[in-house]
């Protein structure tokens, strides 16, 4: 039976908000479950208790496609890493935290994760790192925002680490343990902080969002997906070279099994195709780093000249950008001066500016004034009602 229990630095110290109590010290013992008897005791375990801390580790940045590796859980006091490539069912699992009221740290990429994993959607979530975002704080990971609300330091070797390879080392463990340990106390510092600023609603009406973009899962690769990095300033025979090569370097790395990025990474991508336009392709070449400079000499050059005789005006047609015509004059006035009040509203609050509208949104709202709610949250719509420009409209 795999069965860990992990020692290590104890919360409860370093600063913390002034309005907010100490926390009580928690404890840093875990459990890893790889057997199906041992999760379905701990689901019972866990029906009782809300919230619960929730954090996966996936394999990104080590294979081609990205699996979820391990589940962290803590709820109760007590913290369970489970192990989704152990053959065991998570489907209780699952079917539990869906009622539950989550409490997760930058919860985007997770979310969407656990959609494509077991087509999972939770009623509640409350994400720590969109908190210290709406707090205006300049370091929103959660390593900084432990080590400033507990004192406690998460050591960044295991960050990067292969989490599909097993057995997972104690260090691992004891790391990945770590990212739900003090979720709860941190939410419920930050909360107190929201609270007292009146921004409480604003998270909570951001977290509702975030779980329904999730539910989309990852975009699926389009026949336009070979268009990385500055493709737009190649040319059409660049652009025929770039669009062999991204396939040839999605088809290594399927075989190898390794991310894209790992074959080749965009930039040289782009850079080989514009030095194959101008006719510079070879003195490129020599300029390559070792593990770059053997594949292409094991078969990217002939992918590259191979793109050169490619007729460029058999490549995949770009989708139309944006809507369909430019701001017209009055509209553009009317972006600028919701530009300015965004911008003094953010500094009014401390936060970035691209909280209150991002620019594709500023330039929803200055084309349609009247759909204003349809485009931002409630929240937001409540400062942007105090535009003079949007009272006049």
């Known amino acids: 039976m795999a069965r860990r229990r992990g020692r290590g630095s104890r919360g409860g110290g ?48 080590h294979h081609y496609d990205t699996r979820v590796c391990l589940l962290q859980v803590r709820a109760g006091g007590e913290t369970v890493l489970i192990d989704p490539l152990a053959g065991i069912s998570l489907a209780g699992l699952f079917e539990v935290l869906a009622g539950k009221s989550l409490i997760m740290h930058g919860s985007d990429f997770d979310l ?22 709406y707090l205006g704080l300049d370091r929103i990971g959660l390593a900084a925002l432990l080590e400033a609300n507990f004192g406690v330091a998460i050591p960044k070797d295991s960050q990067k680490s292969d ?111 514009r030095a194959a336009q101008e006719g510079r392709l070879e003195e490129e070449a020599e300029g390559l780093p070792r593990g770059l400079k053997k594949r292409y ?35 553009l006035k009317l972006h600028e001066v919701l530009k300015k009040h965004r911008n003094r509203e953010a500094q009014r609050l401390g936060i970035d500016p691209t909280l209150l509208a991002s620019r594709t949104q500023l330039a929803q709202i200055a084309r349609h004034p009247a759909e204003l709610e349809a485009v931002l949250l409630p929240w937001q719509v409540e400062l942007f009602l105090t535009c003079p420009a949007l009272e006049a409209e």
């Open 14 to 61: 370093g600063p913390s908000a002034p309005e907010v109590e100490a926390s009580p010290r928690v404890t840093d013992e875990y459990r890893f479950l790889d057997r199906q008897e041992e999760l379905d005791a701990f689901i019972e375990r866990l029906r009782p208790h809300d919230p619960v801390a929730l954090d996966t580790e996936a394999d990104n940045l």
């Open 112 to 133: 969407r994760l656990l959609k494509e994993l077991a087509d999972f959607r939770p009623v509640r979530l409350f994400d720590t790192m969109l908190a210290a975002q």
């Open 163 to 273: 989490w599909s390879r097993r057995p997972l080392t104690a260090k691992m463990l004891h790391y990945a343990a770590t990212d739900v340990l003090y979720l709860e106390e941190l939410k419920k510092r930050l909360s107190a902080r929201l609270e007292t600023l009146g921004r409480l609603r604003w998270v909570e009406e951001k977290c509702r969002w975030q779980i329904e973009v999730a539910q989309s899962g990852f975009p699926r690769p389009s026949e336009n997906a070979w268009r990385v990095g500055a493709s737009d300033t190649l040319g059409p025979r660049g652009q025929a070279v770039l669009y062999e090569t991204w396939h040839w370097r999605e088809a290594q790395a399927r075989r190898m099994d390794r991310p894209p990025f790992k074959v080749i990474g965009n930039d040289y991508l782009v850079r080989l195709a």
């Open 297 to 331: 000499e094991n078969g990217m050059r002939e992918v590259l000249l191979r793109g050169m005789e490619r007729d460029p005006a058999s490549l995949p047609k770009r989708p139309p950008r944006g809507p369909s015509r430019p701001l017209s004059t009055q509209e």
